[in-house]
């Protein structure tokens, strides 16, 4: 009989793989056994920490805090990045040019370039001076970091006291970061990078470098830039050389240098330089003793017969001075340019005009204006209501959405692209879009709809599911898309990157003054690209030509048919006759336009043009709060309207093409008409001219004779007439 208990090689197999099997037990279970143990010390021993009652409100309070702190953060850290990227650029070297900037007629209008510099180093200044700024800007600028808490504490408490804004909480570190990086539109997001930026310098650069850098930078009014350029402009004195008084005049300048230039409100200025003599006494840089002379005696500016120019211009030409001026030998240049300055200051003027009398009514407080002429010059510019309060150019680098003033673009390519004409029948019904799960189904801005219309009626009235239906190919349509648009809107000069989707045949994204200007500006020209210069001449200082703009021009492309363009402007001339630009019609000269209004009443457009002249106009804020409904047709188109006038006044006058005759209601009157008039806030209730002269004197003939005709009575009723007989009235 076999031994049960024998040993063989199978049975060695097995044993073995219960050893290895006992093993991986083994292993496992004291792996969780001394995990455990370790688990429950560290428990034990946090206890010790363990909190009940109050103390434990109080530890949750904490944590949320710092979780929160954390997650903000992060956040503003995200939004600061971008910023960051600013600081990788040659942000130190302003260009090495001084350029003479001449108006169309060779009228010298400013000055740019190396007159902002300034070659004194800090040590050398006048010690009033730069107490002078620091009582004014920063008193604590030595003691923080960037950021002033205690400094903006103070501020909060005096304007709450005040009830109104009499202190500013910027250190001179972020006022900098503003002048070097940023822009000055108000908005957290640029509060936030400003912020970090003041952090990054004050890690970066020393103290002095920082105050040199703020003083040589900042912007002191006449168009001059930096300390030393003011000196010599207010009071032709080198900057080493100005009195108490002199210097109290200079850093007041640095709050609002438009508002207290001396060479503008001389009063203005010496109240403003008291009250920074007043600063440094307060803030302990000086005694009442030490200043009161400079009170008795205030600084006397040289007379300067020019005002201020046209600054925002200016800032755009000297960009394009310095990227054509890498190919020229000379640093010192005469610029020739197209700026009309009795143009530019009906363009400002009819802009503060209507913000001082209806800005506070509508809750708008910027606006901004490009005017061009047929072959592209820009004529005139205005970047902001005040650009010493601040020099950031909404005409050119501010991207505001600009709503309906977008859909001609709609219109235009749909046409190019399909055939269609103004006569081409769509209908004004209910249409939604699947956006991100859910459904966006667009509105006109009556709240109804139409029904069956043609494309005349639905630009007119600027009904807004048409140009929807054209992007999604509805109800019948061919289907335009993004390509298709895109293609068109870049073939007409718009250059901003855009967010292809639905929406943006709304006027979704956010574009410029100057190209929405330049985009109108190809209907103005028949479909041929118009190209916007403000540069005609560059010379050094021996009248050398160094640039022609002429030699160099080439011709500009054809981008729409003779079609399209026909039909755009036979549906645009009629908005200002009875659609919602109403306010911009013009007295005798026929005009074509679109109105445009933004979700929210953020922003207001209307962007217009005659045979003459082609320009945009935008209102609204800087923060992007809302208006009090502000909508295209009203300032926008006023405002244009305005200028428009005053710029067509004895000159010869150029019909906009396609359009032969120059006002509506002549015998050969060819407009679509409609005969329906909108009740909408941009409707003025007055119907276009529909008569012939003859008939309207027939009518004037009727109306005489029946004004002297003898009412009739009863008892002259005429013999066998029915009782119910109806005399025409």
């Known amino acids: 009989m076999k031994d049960p208990f024998g040993r063989s090689k199978k049975g060695k197999g097995w044993n073995k793989l219960l050893d290895f099997d006992s093993l991986i037990d083994s292993s496992i279970y004291d792996f969780f056994n001394s995990t455990g143990e370790w688990w429950e010390s560290v428990t034990i021993f946090f206890r010790r920490f363990r909190v009940s009652g109050f103390k434990k409100f109080l530890v949750e309070i904490a944590d949320e805090a710092v979780t929160l702190a954390l997650v903000g953060a992060i956040a503003m850290l995200a939004l600061a990045l971008p910023a960051f990227e600013e600081t990788r650029k040659d942000w130190r070297n302003q260009g090495d040019y001084s350029v003479t900037f001449l108006d169309r007629n060779g009228k010298i209008i400013g000055r740019r370039g190396i007159r902002q510099n300034t070659a004194e180093e800090l040590d050398v200044l006048p010690d009033h001076f730069i107490k002078a700024v620091l009582a004014t800007e920063d008193r604590r600028f030595f003691e923080h970091f960037g950021i002033d808490f205690f400094g903006l504490s103070r501020a909060l408490a005096e304007n709450v006291r005040a009830n109104s804004v009499v202190q500013g909480g910027s250190t001179i570190t972020q006022q900098l970061a503003k002048n070097l990086f940023l822009t000055n539109e108000r908005t957290l997001e640029r509060k936030i990078k400003e912020a970090f930026l003041s952090l990054w310098l004050e890690a970066n650069l020393e103290k002095k470098e920082i105050l040199k850098l703020y003083i040589d930078r900042a912007y002191m009014g006449g168009g001059n830039f930096g300390i030393a350029a003011a ?45 920074v003599l007043t600063n440094m006494v307060q803030a302990g840089f000086m005694t009442e003793g030490q200043v009161i002379r400079a009170r008795r005696e205030p600084a006397k500016v040289v007379e300067r017969n020019d005002l201020e120019g046209p600054n925002y211009f200016m800032d755009w030409a000297y960009e394009e001075v310095q990227r054509l001026g890498t190919k020229f030998p000379d640093r010192v240049l005469v610029v020739k340019t197209t700026v009309d300055l009795d143009l530019q200051k009906a363009a400002e003027d009819s802009i503060e005009t209507h913000l001082r009398q209806f800005g506070n009514q509508y809750g708008v407080r910027e606006a901004a204006m490009v005017v061009m002429d047929y072959e592209g010059a820009v004529r005139a510019m205005v970047g902001g209501r005040d650009y010493g309060q601040s020099q950031f150019n909404r005409a050119t680098k501010s991207k505001r959405q600009p709503g309906s003033s977008f859909k001609p673009f709609v219109y235009a390519s749909s046409i190019e692209n399909f055939g269609y004409d103004e006569k081409t029948r769509v209908t004004d019904g209910s249409v939604c879009v699947n956006r991100f799960g859910k459904s966006w189904c667009p509105r006109n801005y009556s709240g109804g709809f139409r029904g069956r219309t043609d494309f005349t009626t639905a630009l007119v009235k600027s009904i807004n599911t048409v140009p929807v239906k054209l992007y999604l190919g509805r109800d019948g349509l061919q289907q335009l898309g993004g390509d298709r648009l895109m293609e068109t809107v870049r073939s007409m000069g718009v250059e901003s990157e855009m967010v292809v989707n639905p929406p943006m045949v709304l006027g979704a994204n956010g574009l410029t003054v100057m190209e929405m200007t330049a985009g109108y500006g190809t209907f103005m020209n028949g479909g041929t690209r118009m190209d916007e210069f403000g540069i005609t001449q560059i010379l050094d200082m021996e009248d050398n030509v160094l640039y022609d703009r002429r030699e160099e021009k080439s011709a500009s492309p054809q981008v729409l048919k003779e079609s399209t363009v026909s039909a755009m402007n036979r549906m645009m001339v009629q908005i200002p006759e009875w659609g919602t630009a109403r306010r911009a019609a013009l007295d005798g000269i026929r005009s ?42 009203r300032l926008p188109a006023m405002t244009w309207q305005r200028f428009m006038s005053y710029a067509h006044r004895n000159i010869e006058l150029r019909p906009i093409p396609y359009i032969d005759n120059p006002l509506p209601g002549s015998e050969d009157d060819r407009q679509l008409i409609s005969p329906e008039i909108e009740d909408d806030p941009d409707t003025v209730a007055v119907r276009p001219k529909l008569l012939s002269k003859e008939a309207e004197q027939k009518l004037q003939e009727i109306e005489r004779l029946l004004r002297n005709a003898k009412p009739l009575t009863r008892s002259k009723q005429v013999a066998g007439a029915p009782s119910d007989h109806v005399v025409a009235q």
């Open 231 to 275: 000196s010599q402009y207010y009071f032709d004195k080198n900057i080493k050389d100005v009195n108490l008084a002199e210097a109290a005049m200079l850093a007041g300048l640095y709050k609002a240098p438009g508002k207290y230039a001396p060479h503008i409100n001389l009063p203005a200025a010496r109240a403003r330089a008291n009250e």
């Open 592 to 633: 074509a336009g679109k109105t445009g209004t933004t979700q929210a009443y953020r922003d207001a457009w209307f962007i217009g043009y005659t045979g003459n002249y082609v320009s945009a106009v935008w209102f609204g804020n800087d923060n992007y709060q809302s208006t009090r409904r502000l909508t295209g047709g």
